[in-house]
């Protein structure tokens, strides 16, 4: 086997590989708050430094972090006791009494009743969320979101 012929199948495989970079990159970005939401094939992920909150290419849900509050189930009613919020999520009722810091909202159909929050980013479609109290940041990147004032949670 002459050099060139060895070569050949390198290159072919460098370029392919360049290209399946290229083609399956995703689109990362970050929300206020310091929160980075990755979007590529595999899933999307949420971070917030203390903790997260993953969905994979397949609907498996991962957690983790501390200083986190992670929510992927159905319906739930939980103190924030000052803590982030991410949920993940879709068709429940989820009331959060009590002041967060950061609520992420990533799901559809979702009803969601916060007490109080810094911020509140909503990611996703047909998404409800109320706000007990305060007047919070608000980033919608979905569509027919509503963010208000009231809900059923307590301050």
């Given at each position: 086997m002459t050099a060139s012929a060895i070569r050949t199948p390198a290159r072919l495989a460098?370029?392919?590989v360049t290209a399946a970079a290229f083609g399956l990159t995703g689109c990362s970005f970050s929300l206020p708050g310091g929160q980075d939401v990755s979007v590529d094939p595999d899933g999307v992920n949420i971070d917030n430094g203390d903790g997260e909150v993953s969905v994979d290419g397949e609907g498996g849900v991962?957690?983790?972090?501390?200083?986190?509050l992670n929510?992927?189930?159905g319906d739930l009613t939980e103190d924030c006791l000052?803590?982030?919020?991410?949920?993940?999520?879709?068709?429940?009722?989820i009331v959060?009494?009590?002041a967060c810091t950061t609520v992420t909202v990533a799901g559809s159909n979702l009803t969601v009743h916060i007490g109080s929050?810094?911020?509140?980013?909503?990611?996703?479609?047909?998404?409800?969320?109320?706000?007990a109290s305060g007047d919070p940041d608000v980033t919608d990147l979905g569509g027919g979101n509503s963010?208000?004032?009231?809900?059923?949670a307590t301050p």
């Open positions: 460098a370029v392919l991962g957690v983790g972090g501390d200083e986190v929510v992927t189930g000052g803590r982030a919020v991410n949920i993940a999520s879709e068709d429940a009722e959060l009494n009590g929050a810094d911020s509140i980013h909503v990611i996703g479609a047909d998404n409800t969320v109320y706000h963010v208000s004032s009231g809900g059923d």
